[in-house]
């Protein structure tokens, strides 16, 4: 089974400094990571994926995370919060599976952690 | 705009009546998934279909029910509507070789009175 856990519900940031959301993961095989964002009333947006190449990945809007399998965590970082990043952020895993080990199935989200950046 | 598109955005009903939301996947993605997003639940995987083909199953209710239509447009029919069943709902869909990714529609949210 598969299980994504975000340690932080609510972390607050000051615009200017750096951000970091953790995630953990639970895998029996190869994952697939992704950081997904939602803004207030919006859909949800890709922010970057990790999908077995580099371990650290960078994202849109200055956003990256660095896949740790020793530590089975998959934090999103970024150097500089600004205030347009106020939002609620999903680590999520899907696990390679099917015949050959070639196909993907369902998302298992995160409980999400929710970002305030105050001026 | 991830190029998936689902109507309709808003929808208020009560409960004990039926509905039905549409996503149409982006061009080229013949696989559609189904998530619900609630305040106590967070994100859950409904159901995912694949070429027209239902492929898995996830949280789904037995009232739910969801197809994937030829021209690759899914539906989603909500029946015998509770309270509880008031919730964003999302379509995303997913080229074969995307490693996983899904493209997510913008949602509709559902309010049942």
């Known amino acids: 089974a598969q299980s994504v856990t975000q340690l932080d519900s609510h972390v607050s940031v000051s615009e200017g400094t750096p951000v970091l959301l953790r995630c953990n993961y639970s895998?029996?095989?190869?994952?697939?990571l992704f950081w997904y964002v939602q803004h207030p009333n919006k859909g949800l947006q890709l922010l970057l994926k990790?999908?077995?190449?580099?371990?650290l990945v960078k994202g849109i809007n200055g956003f990256e995370a660095e896949f740790k399998k020793s530590e089975t965590s998959f934090h999103l970082t970024k150097p500089s919060a600004h205030m347009s990043d106020a939002a609620e952020y999903f680590c999520v895993v899907n696990i390679r599976g099917g015949a050959g080990g070639t196909s993907y199935g369902k998302l298992t989200f995160g409980q999400g952690t929710i970002l305030t950046v105050h001026p | 705009d991830s190029g998936v598109t689902q109507t309709p955005k808003h929808l208020i009903t009560a409960t004990g009546q039926r509905v039905t939301l549409r996503c149409s996947p982006r061009s080229g993605d013949l696989s559609v998934y189904w998530y619900q997003q609630s305040l106590d639940q967070g994100l859950q995987f409904l159901i995912q279909?694949?070429?027209?083909?239902?492929?898995a199953k996830g949280n789904i209710l037995e009232r739910f029910s969801a197809q994937q239509f030829p021209d690759l447009h899914s539906e989603l029919n909500l029946s015998s509507l509770e309270l509880g069943d008031s919730a964003l709902y999302f379509c995303a869909s997913s080229p074969r070789t995307s490693g996983g990714t899904q493209y997510f529609g913008p949602g509709t949210r559902l309010l049942v009175l």
């Open positions: 895998s029996s095989y190869s994952p697939s």
């Open positions: 279909y694949y070429n027209g083909e239902e492929r």
């Open positions: 990790y999908t077995s190449a580099a371990t």
